[in-house]
């Protein structure tokens, strides 16, 4: 038998590695995805996105949703096909695919075609809970 963890104690769990992100960042790349978050990223981030001091409102059934506006300004043009998502410090980190509305990416622009100056917008970026 596996451990299983209850509703109360996975929401927990979910909302305490949310957290972490506060105040965090959010950077957008184009080409091949690094082999993982410990590898370093490409010096030339599409865009580079603020997190808010609240990143996630609380856990419900499994998932911790986006809180307030993830906004940036595009630092050159690309297509956004991969993200990097960093707490305060840049030390944990998750990697994830990006695609626009339907995709099926980790996270979801308004758009992937990003033109230098032009405000980047996340819809989503939702964390869910991989326990029990």
């Known amino acids: 038998m596996t451990i299983t963890y209850g509703t109360p104690l996975r929401a927990a769990i979910l909302d305490a590695a ?19 978050p410990a590898a370093p990223a490409p010096a030339n981030p ?18 911790a949703l986006i809180a307030g506006d993830w906004t940036g300004t595009a630092l050159r043009s690309g297509d ?8 305060r410090s840049g030390a944990l980190r998750i990697d994830g695919s990006v695609s626009g509305p339907g995709g099926g990416g980790d996270l979801i622009l308004t758009t ?15 964390l869910s809970g991989g326990v029990g």
């Open 46 to 63: 599409i865009a580079i996105v603020k997190v808010p001091l609240q990143a996630y409102r609380p856990a419900l059934e499994g998932e």
């Open 18 to 36: 949310a957290a972490l992100f506060d105040g965090g960042s959010l950077s957008l790349f184009g080409g091949t995805r690094v082999g993982s």
């Open 80 to 87: 956004a096909t991969w993200f990097r998502l960093a707490d």
């Open 112 to 126: 992937t075609a990003i033109t230098t100056g032009e405000v980047v917008r996340v819809i989503a970026c939702t």
